[in-house]
Nanobody, 122 residues
């Protein structure tokens, strides 16, 4: 079973940037589509971005389009989320997930990391 470990979260001012990383334990990392989701207190888990196994296809949630970029390095078994122009409403715990396809529905992912907190101050 693939294990996922997120890093890179923290506190940033509005308008700032952060880059999240998610390292996978398996050498078969390239067999998985990867997604990023987030969950704020008392809110449902929200789709942020996803990327296909090869990295040729990406998908973004409407609230982050044009500000966030997902990428992956299969040689390093790592997926990234570059977050620019951060807003207070981006504050949440961010999770990476591995699945078969780069879908929006969190049920499409079989493996999840523990999450990393991102806090954006106004």
């Amino acid at each position: 079973q693939v294990q996922l470990v997120e890093s890179g979260g923290g506190l940033v001012q509005a308008g700032g940037s952060l880059r999240l990383s998610c390292a996978a334990s398996e050498r078969t990392f390239s067999n998985y589509a990867m997604g990023w989701f987030r969950q704020a207190p008392q809110k449902e888990r929200e789709f942020v971005a996803a990327i296909s196994r090869s990295g040729s296809r990406t998908n973004y949630g409407d609230s982050v389009k044009g500000r966030f970029t997902i990428s992956r390095d299969n040689a390093k078994n790592t997926v990234y989320l570059q977050m620019n122009s951060l807003k207070p409403e981006d504050t949440a715990v961010y999770y990476c997930a591995a699945g078969v396809l780069e879908v929006v529905n969190p049920r499409g992912y079989n493996h999840w990391g523990q999450g990393t907190q991102v806090t954006v101050s106004s």
